[in-house]
């Protein structure tokens, strides 16, 4: 889905209205909120007092918090002038309520800090054993390790919640929801 208007903030309003509409009909009523970082860099994710946040989903393995983070840029048309919405970073984690650490992560970095960076730019992550030693003897995990995936989208995430970590939906037609 493309978002355009004639502002960082419009577009970025359009995509945090798209996915709050999403999110208040499948697994929390939370809102996520725009801050600009500049001029022309928008975040969208959740946000309490203290800036960033996340929020507490309730699944079978018990509270989970879920953060969704996504940071754009605006990309211009010449022919018209209107400014595209382009994510230029995501990061969607779910953690046990309290652990400082996700236990999942999906992350996408489209211009990494450093250049030479030769990771995959869309990656999973978490604390998991792959039950493999390098030849110093050091057990591999993903938390060190970038899973190439392709692009994963709020819609997936959530999907992922209800369906696979038993949060119960706030509505009985999620699954159309997600698919809008």
Known sequence: MSFQGRSLGQISQQFADHVNRILNTTVTERRLAVYMIGRNIS?????????VSHTL????????????RQTCDPVTDEETGLLTLRTTAYRYTVAPEGDPEPLLRWEFVRFPANPDAAWCRHHFQGPIRLGIQNREGDEANLNRRHLPTSGVA????????????GVQPLID????????
């Open 43 to 51: 975040s969208i994710g959740f946000q309490d007092q203290l800036g």
């Open 57 to 68: 989903i309730r699944t079978s393995y018990g509270p989970m918090e879920l953060d969704l």
């Open 154 to 165: 709020t819609e997936d995430v959530l999907r992922f919640c209800i369906a696979d970590l």
């Open 173 to 180: 037609d999620w699954d159309q929801q997600l698919r809008l």
